[in-house]
Structure formats: C-alpha cells, structure tokens
C-alpha cells in the first residue's frame, strides 16, 4: 500500500512533467505506476497541471475508478471534450463507476448531443432513475439527491442486512447508514452500520432502530439542507415525498459543494459581480466583462445622488470642508459593509431571521454609537493636529474640526443601521441578502453622509 504524503503545488507541477514524459515515450505501463503511488486527491491536482495535449492520453490510461473520480472533477469545458474522444464502451465504464446525482451534474451542464451520448450508454434502470432526478427544481433537495441508499424492513434481522450489505455495498454512496421501512417505503428508521455490528445477528431490524429520524423533502431547498449536516453532522440525510416515503438520500459530500457554492455566490454578489462557476484563469475576458459591467453601470449611476449633493452645497460652504470628504465616505463605507457582512454571515447560518430586526437595529445601534464616538474624537484630534497644527492650515478651526467629528459619529451610526436593515429587508422581499453588500451599502451611505455633513457644517459654522 503507497505511503502518502502532502504535496505542494511544485510537487504537482513536477508529477505532471513526469507523466507527460512517460506518455511522449510511450511508457504506458510505468505511467500507471507512477499514478498508482499518489492519492486520488492528488491525481485529480497533477490532472488540473497536465497540458491539453496530454489531457486525453493521460485520461484514457486511468483504470476506469480514476477515470470517474477525475472526470468529475472537471469543469464543463473539459467534460465535454473527454466524453467526444472516449470510446461508448470507455463511456459506459465511466457512468458504471459514477453515482446517480453525480450523473445528474453532468447531465445539467452538457449540451443537448452529449446527453444524448450519456443515456445512450446508461441501463435502462439508470435512465428511469436520471429522468426522475432531472425533474425536482434545480435548487431542491430532489436535485442533489442520490437514490443508491441501503434499505430494509423492519421484519429483517441483523444477519440479513449484514449478508445483503456484503452484496451490494459497492455500488452504494454510503454504507454507514441504512434507512428502515415499510412495504411502501414509508421512513421508519435508520440503523447504523456500527449498530449492526454490535447486536446479535438474530436480532429484529425493528428492535435496534432509532426512530427518531430528521428528514428532508424532495422539494425543501438545498441550502437549507445542506445547514442540517452542518448542524447535527450527518454522514447522510435522508430525503422523503410529501406522503413521507424514502425516494433518496443526499451525502455530506453534496452538501458541503452546494455550501461551496452558496459561499462562492455570495462573496461574488458582496463584491457587485454576477456570479460564475467557472475558474477564474479558464473564464473568457467577455465572460468576466459582462459579469462586472452591469453591477459598475449601476453603481455609477447610483453614485450620481452623491456628485449632485456635493455640486448643490459646494458653493455655499467653505472650500475647506471638502478635503475631509473623502475621509467622511470612506468611513461610512467601511462601517456599512462591517454591519452587513456580519447579517449576511448570521442570516446564512441561521443565527438572524427577519423576525429579529428589532433585536439587530438596537444592537447596531449601540455599536454604531460607540464606534461612532471613538471615530469622532480620533478625528477631531486629528483635524486639530495635523491638519490645523502641522499643516498650519488656517481656515481649519475649531468649528470645522467639530462638524467633521459630529458628522462622522452620525455617519457611522446611520451606515451601521443601513448595513444591517437592507439585508433583512432584501431577505423578507425574496432577494438574497448578499446583494445588499458593500457596494450598495456604500453608495447609499456616500449620498447620506455628505448630505448631513454638509448639513450639520452649515449649522455649526453658521453659514
């Protein structure tokens, strides 16, 4: 058995150097060696390092379980070029080693002639199967599922399901946990594979299950889902129809991907761009182009109420305001998008709902204040030193250090309550809060600030 150890990206670079050469060389027996010694992780990195002019070479040396575990690693680009060289009988090896969601991922991102290929070379019991999957909504626990699962009535015994786990557990996703039910395949239980291991082998089903099973709905949604593996750790979930009969089950591996993504979907909406699945050195300039340009246009559009309340108020205030501009937006700015990463965070996680707005604005509030205050002396002191002491700056006086500290306490305590408030009030509009995120928050806070410090200047400099 290989000793493994962890590899470094120039270790990966190296490996597919090597790989490449064994293959110029025609050395196809030591090239399976050389993959045999690594872990399946790694052999899916050396793949991502590989040259497009070794890629299909490589892959059709793989024995058929590496095929399938690299193959789905891949994005959909590459996909669909190794399924347009393989062989049907090489595709149908592939399919064989590959559980049915899986299946069903690949089916949803190929174009209408590969999954032609792909069920052409299914069994006909895995194209009823597919057919049923590909038919619950995109984002629902039905879409994720996979109906190769372990199950039993509670009329068996312990040694049945032992015999019957020997039989057929290489072609299940999970063994660990098997699901009991009813003729109807009604969920009455789960017995697990180390309960099973521990009771006598004449032992009824029905007397070793725990009947207290958390489920999910063929049409719950997946990131709801996937938060009940992170909140009781489960191996495996079952999913059950609306009359409680057991149609699949979703692995922890499915729902840390959907997290993944929910998680890659979100940082992109926070940052003002569309979201993309594709890796970011394999995505097309346009691609990229059209994901940022709508969200850039709007923001800057959006931006136009701030140059239009600074245009208004310019000429009736001292010139000297307006260098502490930029230090007044860049705060509020900032301390918006404190305030709205941490309720986006807490809304994803299920730690804040929307009935919790009242506890979230009295929360901010107070926060808002206090960083408020210790923003505002901090300013004041500096305004005073730096730009009335050092820089000798004679229209800087103590009025005008005063209105920039006041009107940075009011902006950081109103961009904390607009930094929580607009992801709630996107949540119960039925948007997704991460939309609501820094740029948003900014542009908004830019507008209010600006209009209070102009504002509260004209009242404390008497203008």
Not at 27 to 54: G, P
Not at 442 to 462: P, Q
Request: one cysteine or more.
């Amino acid at each position: 058995m290989p000793f493994y150890k962890e590899m470094e990206r120039e270790d990966y670079l190296a490996a597919a150097e090597e790989w490449e050469g064994l293959i110029e060389a025609h050395r196809y027996a030591d090239f399976r060696v050389q993959v045999s010694r690594y872990h399946m992780a790694d052999i899916i990195e050396i793949f991502s390092f590989i040259s497009d002019a070794y890629e299909s070479r490589a892959f059709r040396l793989l024995t058929k379980e590496q095929a399938a575990e690299v193959f789905l690693s891949f994005d959909s680009e590459r996909m669909e070029r190794i399924i347009s060289i393989v062989s049907d009988t090489e595709l149908a090896r592939m399919l064989d080693e590959m559980y049915m969601d899986d299946t069903v991922d690949i089916i949803e991102e190929m174009p209408a002639y590969i999954v032609k290929r792909i069920l052409r070379n299914s069994t006909e019991e895995d194209r009823v199967a597919l057919g049923k999957l590909l038919r619950y909504p995109q984002d629902s626990a039905g879409s994720i599922m996979t109906t190769e699962y372990l199950r039993f009535t509670g009329e068996q015994t312990v040694a049945d399901a032992l015999a019957y786990i020997r039989r057929v557990a290489i072609d299940k996703e999970t063994i660990y946990t098997s699901y009991v039910t009813d003729k109807e395949r009604h969920l009455l239980g789960i017995v697990t594979a180390k309960k099973l291991l521990i009771s006598p082998t004449d032992t009824l089903l029905s007397e070793i299950m725990e009947t207290h099973v958390i489920s999910a709905t063929t049409s719950e949604d997946r990131e709801a889902v996937a938060m009940k593996f992170d909140k009781y750790g489960f191996l495996a979930l079952p999913v059950v129809d609306a009359e409680n009969r057991l149609v699949g089950i979703v692995t922890v591996d499915d729902a840390m991907e959907v997290l993944r993504e929910e998680v890659e979907e979100d940082i992109a909406k926070m940052a003002g761009m569309s979201p993309s699945e594709t890796p970011y050195l394999k995505t097309k300039v346009f691609t990229l182009f059209f994901s940022r340009v709508p969200w850039l246009l709007l923001l800057m559009i959006s931006a136009t109420f701030s140059s239009t309340i600074l245009g208004i108020f310019e000429s009736a205030l001292p010139a000297v305001l307006v260098l502490f501009v930029p230090m007044l937006m860049d705060t509020g700015g900032n301390s918006g998008g404190q305030a709205s990463v941490t309720l986006i965070r807490g809304l994803s996680l299920g730690e804040v709902s929307g009935r919790d707005v009242g506890k979230v604005v009295f929360k901010e509030a107070r926060v808002g204040f206090l960083c408020g205050l210790a923003v505002a002396i901090v300013a004041f002191g500096k305004v005073m030193l730096v730009d009335h002491l050092l820089m000798q700056n004679p229209e800087v006086t103590v009025q005008v250090a005063l209105a920039v500290a006041v009107s940075m306490l009011l902006t950081v305590l109103l961009a904390k309550l607009i930094g929580c408030l607009l992801p709630i009030g996107a949540l119960r509009l039925g948007f997704d809060p991460a939309v609501m995120a820094s740029p948003f928050i900014t542009t908004i806070v830019d507008a209010l600030a600006l209009l209070m410090y102009f504002v509260i200047s004209k009242n404390i400099l008497a203008l």
